[in-house]
């Protein structure tokens, strides 16, 4: 693909657990009296969103300037990528060069692979990172930044020195992983090397299976 940075994974085990993956709620918040709740609208009111289609949101940025503030709230920026994705490390240090705050989710599983090509992405790669509701696969310079201008993020970083980075957290909390390998497992017909696993309770994709570099 021409101009385009990208790790290209391989559709072959993810597909074959398509119809096997678990229905998920696209929003996760946590209301009033401080119950967490799951929906596929938007949810109204005084609450706390935690989950949305883009996956975790991260904690509210405190000692932002203020127009940052405003356009992380509004766009907020999540990074998708794998371990030995190469890269991912030059998407990372542009995000952080030009002062952007932004989530790091790490898809590692056949799991998280169906979760992340539910949130709307035209194909499985990394890096891909969405910008509030737009997407984008393959670390393009030129795209990143129409898209971070385009939301309103400055060109020049804001961020005060003090500002660190929270670390990258899987796409799916433990539970959410063991639900879905749970699924794979009772599965008529299917035994550990059909679906690509290393044995009916270890979801991880082989090197070989999960990326093409």
Avoid at 14 to 37: C, F, H, M, S, T
Avoid at 167 to 183: C, E, I, K, N, V
Wanted: hydrophobic fraction near 35%; charged fraction near 20%; charge should be positive.
């Amino acid at each position: 693909m021409r101009g385009r940075t990208i790790a290209q994974l391989s559709l072959a085990t993810v597909l074959a657990l398509a119809a096997l993956a678990p229905a998920q709620a696209q929003y996760k918040w946590l209301d009033e009296r401080g119950r967490i709740n799951y929906g596929d609208r938007m949810p109204s009111g005084n609450v706390k969103l935690l989950e949305g289609p883009n996956g975790p949101i991260a904690p509210a940025a405190s000692g932002l300037p203020y127009m940052l503030k405003q356009t992380t709230d509004k766009h907020p920026v999540v990074l998708y990528t794998t371990s030995n994705c190469q890269p991912c490390k030059p998407a990372r240090e542009h995000l952080k060069r030009r002062g952007v705050p932004y989530s790091e989710r790490l898809v590692e599983t056949t799991a998280e692979a169906e979760a992340f090509k539910k949130l709307g992405f035209s194909e499985v790669g990394f890096p891909s990172v969405a910008i509030g509701g737009q997407k984008a696969v393959g670390y393009e310079v030129g795209v990143w930044d129409s898209m971070l201008s385009g939301a309103g993020y400055p060109k020049r970083s804001l961020l005060p020195r003090a500002w660190r980075q929270p670390d990258a957290q899987p796409l799916l909390s433990r539970a959410a992983r063991g639900s879905t390998q749970s699924a794979q497992a009772k599965a008529p017909g299917r035994s550990a090397v059909a679906s690509g696993l290393k044995s009916p309770d270890v979801d991880t994709l082989s090197a070989k299976d999960r990326f093409r570099f």
